[in-house]
């Protein structure tokens, strides 16, 4: 089992709808929980940390966390063709090493 | 710039030659990360230092791989007798450690003919 999964995708919304990302662990006592965007070609860029159960938004993205179902999920409101990329989920079981998830592809229809 | 940088952005080599690569991490960020990530996956853990300490190190990672962070700031990577299969990108991130937020650099891009 791997440490994180998350559905490759490609998953595809229109302009202005609500792209929806989950992602499941399977260390129950992970703390530490991420998403990255990852535009073709270059690097993660941080979008948004999570620690404690329940929502955490920022702008159009919101981040939510369920330590009991071990899944964690990226919501992006209103989403523009910018949004298009892939989206990585990563976790830190132990304060030390993080894992990621291969990815989920996003794409953002005008 | 106060963000992670790496060098070289592109490597190009033949099979069977060594190549170092470099990261400079944020500057007060004491966490340093290596990733290897090929197309399709997300990045894969290769080994950590804490300061100048090489704190974890994968156990997937071969023993032609060895990285160094030998004053706790800048780090580098090497790659000895590379193989086929070591063509990826290489990514470098830093982190503090009392807030475990990585942040990446632009990553080198390694290919090995």
């Known amino acids: 089992q791997k440490e994180v999964e998350q559905n490759s995708g490609p998953l595809s919304v229109p302009e202005g709808a609500i792209a929806s990302l989950n992602c499941t662990y399977s260390d129950r006592g992970s703390q530490s929980f991420f998403w990255y965007r990852q535009y073709s070609g270059k690097s993660p860029e941080l979008i948004m940390s999570?620690?404690?159960?329940g929502d955490k938004e920022d702008g159009r993205f919101t981040a939510q966390l369920n330590k009991a179902s071990q899944y964690v999920s990226l919501l992006i409101r209103d989403s523009q063709p910018s949004d298009s990329a892939t989206y990585l989920c990563a976790v830190n079981p132990t304060g030390n090493q993080f894992y990621f998830g291969t990815g989920t592809s996003l794409t953002v229809i005008p | 710039d106060t963000g992670v940088s790496q060098d070289p952005r592109h490597k190009i080599t033949k099979r069977g030659q060594n190549v170092t690569f470099r990261c400079d991490p944020i500057?007060?960020?004491?966490?340093l990360y290596w990733y290897r990530q090929t197309l399709g996956q997300g990045p894969e853990f290769l080994t950590y230092f804490q300061n100048e300490a090489q704190l974890e190190k994968s156990r997937l990672l071969s023993d032609r791989f060895s990285a160094e962070r030998p004053k706790g700031s800048f780090s580098t990577l090497e790659i000895q007798r590379t193989e086929q299969g070591d063509s990826a990108m290489y990514l470098c991130?830093?982190?503090?450690?009392?807030?475990?937020?990585?942040?990446f650099g632009p990553g080198t891009r390694l290919t090995v003919l």
């Open positions: 999570i620690y404690s159960n």
């Open positions: 500057s007060e960020h004491n966490r």
């Open positions: 991130a830093s982190s503090l450690v009392v807030v475990d937020t990585q942040y």
